[in-house]
């Protein structure tokens, strides 16, 4: 069993940067891939980046340019860059995890097997 520990969230302005970690229990960490979904109040789950072992990134439109995701497999972890945030960043974040076999990017919920307990972001304006 893979488990995942999101650390580094907290409140902060607009304009301002944050790094969330991921650090996985899992000695094979390089063999997985990882990803970030948030989910705001009221809105629907929504897929903010991935990055695959062979370290192919994935970012959503809404983030693209500001936020980065990123790994360290010799620390077991993963990274959220995440600069000039704005209001509507504001949303739990989740680190997502599945066993990479292809190197292939995967988009939907379903498509990962382990999920962090989450971290709150909150942005104000």
């Known amino acids: 069993q893979v488990q995942l520990l999101e650390s580094g969230g907290g409140l902060v302005q607009a304009g301002d940067s944050l790094r969330l970690s991921c650090a996985a229990s899992?000695?094979?960490?390089?063999?997985?891939?990882l990803g970030w979904f948030r989910q705001a109040p009221g809105k629907e789950r929504e897929l903010v980046a991935v990055?695959?072992?062979?370290?192919?990134?994935y970012h959503a439109d809404s983030v693209k340019g500001r936020f980065t995701i990123s790994r360290d497999n010799a620390k077991n972890t993963g990274y959220l860059q995440m600069n000039s945030l704005k209001p509507e960043d504001t949303a739990v974040y989740s680190c997502v995890a599945r066993r990479d076999y292809s190197g292939s990017l995967y988009y939907g919920g379903g498509d990962y097997n382990y999920w962090g307990q989450g971290t709150q972001v909150t942005v104000s304006s």
């Open positions: 990055i695959t072992r062979t370290y192919r990134t």
């Open positions: 899992v000695s094979t960490f390089s063999m997985f891939a």
